[in-house]
C-alpha cells in the first residue's frame, strides 16, 4: 500500500509516521513545508494543479493529512487548516489515483459540551474559536467532497513531544522550574477543567486503522473518559518526585493559571500569568468512542500515567 502523509513533521504526524513505517506493507512518502519532507509543498499556497501532478506520478493508494495549526490569527488559522485541506480534496478529485483520504480533525470543532455527557459523532458542531472554527470547515470540505474519506476526531493528544505551550506541557515545565528552584509549593489554577486525553501513540494507531478500513464520515478518537486537570497535574507530581505541594488557586473557568517563565536572576514567586484552555471547549469534554470501536476496530491502550511519564521525561531533561 503506497501512502502519502502530509504534516509528517507535525506533533501528530512524526508518530504517525512511525506507525506506518513499521507496516512491511506500507510505501510512505512524506509531503510538507519543511527541507527533510521527501516532497516539498505548501498546501497554503501551491496549486490543486501542481498536487494533482504528483498524485498522479505517485499514485498513492491512500492520503493521511496531519498537517495544519494550532496558532495564529484567523487568517493564518484557515490558510493552513481549511484552504490547504481545499487543495488537497480539489486535487483528489481532478487525480487519477483514486486514493482515500484520511483527514485528522479535532475535538474543538464540536466545541463546549454538556458536563457529564459524552459526545458522539452526530452532535451539532459549535466551536467556540477561530481555530475550531477552521478546522470544523475543513471537516465539511472533506465531507462533502464526494471522495472515499474519514475525517478522525481526535480529542486531547498527549505523550511525548507534547508542546511546551499546551496545558499538560506548561504544566510539566512549570514543575520544572519549581523542583529546579527547589520550592516547595506550586501553585495552580483553573485546574477544574476536564479533558479526554489520548495518547499521540494511539491516535497513531487510529490512523493506521483507519487507512487500512473502509470506515466514512467522522470517527471520534479518545477515551472516552474525561479526567480532570487536577487529577493530571497530580500524578505528574507523582511521576516527576515532585516532594512539595500542589496549591490551587481561584480563577475563572476554563483558564489554566501556572508561573509564567521566570527572567535569569528573577526571584521565587513571581506573578502568575493566565492562559486560556486553547480549544475553546470550555470546562468540559468526553469523546463516545462507540464509533472507533466498532468501524475500526481501535480502543486506547496506553493509561494516562504513561502519557504524563512520557512528558516529564521530557521536561525532565531540561533540568
Known sequence: MRV???????????????????????????????????????????????????????????????????????????????????????SLRRSGCGARLVHLGCASEYGPSQPGSSTAEDAVPRPGGPYGVSKLAATELVLGSGLDAVVLRVFSPVGPGTPAGSPLGRLAEAMRRAMQSGDSELKLGGLGVQRDFVDVRDVARAVHAASLSAAQGVVNIGTGRAVRLREAAAVLARVAGFGGSLHELDSPPARLVIPAPAAEGQAAGAPLTAYPYPDGCGTWQQADVRTA???????????????????????????
Open 293 to 319: 470501536r466498532d468501524r475500526l476496530g481501535w480502543r486506547p491502550r496506553i493509561v494516562l500515567e504513561e502519557s504524563l511519564a512520557d512528558i516529564w521525561m521530557e521536561a525532565a531533561c531540561r533540568i
Open 4 to 90: 502519502l502523509l502530509i504534516g509528517a513533521n507535525g506533533y501528530l504526524g512524526r508518530y504517525v509516521a512511525d506507525r506506518l513505517l513499521a507496516d512491511p506493507a506500507v510505501q510512505l512518502t512524506a509531503l510538507g513545508r519543511g527541507d527533510d519532507a521527501d516532497v516539498r509543498f505548501d498546501l497554503a499556497t501551491g496549486s490543486p494543479g501542481a498536487l494533482t501532478r504528483f498524485l498522479d506520478a505517485v499514485h498513492p493508494g491512500v492520503v493521511v493529512n496531519c498537517a495544519g495549526t494550532t496558532r495564529g490569527g484567523a487568517r493564518e488559522l484557515t490558510r493552513h487548516n481549511t484552504v490547504a485541506v481545499a487543495t488537497i480534496c480539489e
